[in-house]
C-alpha cells in the first residue's frame, strides 16, 4: 500500500507502549481494498501528536505519509 492524500485505512492491530516515559502506538493499517492481505499493511510508531482521535483496531482511518511511510491517522467519524 503506498500512501496518497486522503487516503483511508482500517486499523488491523494497536498496542499503546511507553518508552522511558513518553507515550507512543504501535499500529498496523491494512488497506480497506484488501484488509486480509499482509503485502497490503502498513506500520507505524506514532506519538500522540500523530494520532488524531480515540483510535481502536478495526476503525477507519485517514492515513497522512509518504510513500510507506505513515505520519500521523486521523479517526473517520
Known amino acids: 500500500m503506498v500512501i496518497v492524500p ?7 492491530a ?3 507502549i511507553s ?7 504501535d499500529l498496523v493499517i491494512a488497506d480497506p481494498a484488501a484488509p486480509d492481505d499482509p ?12 494520532v488524531v482521535g480515540d483510535v481502536e483496531v478495526g476503525d477507519r482511518v485517514l ?3 509518504f510513500l510507506r511511510m505513515i505520519t ?3 479517526k473517520v467519524e
Open 39 to 50: 503485502a497490503g499493511h502498513l506500520t507505524a510508531r506514532l506519538g500522540p501528536e500523530g
Open 6 to 12: 486522503g487516503q483511508e485505512g482500517i486499523v488491523r
Open 14 to 16: 494497536l498496542t499503546r
Open 63 to 65: 492515513v497522512e505519509g
Open 19 to 25: 518508552i522511558h516515559g513518553a507515550e507512543y502506538v
Open 72 to 74: 500521523g491517522i486521523a
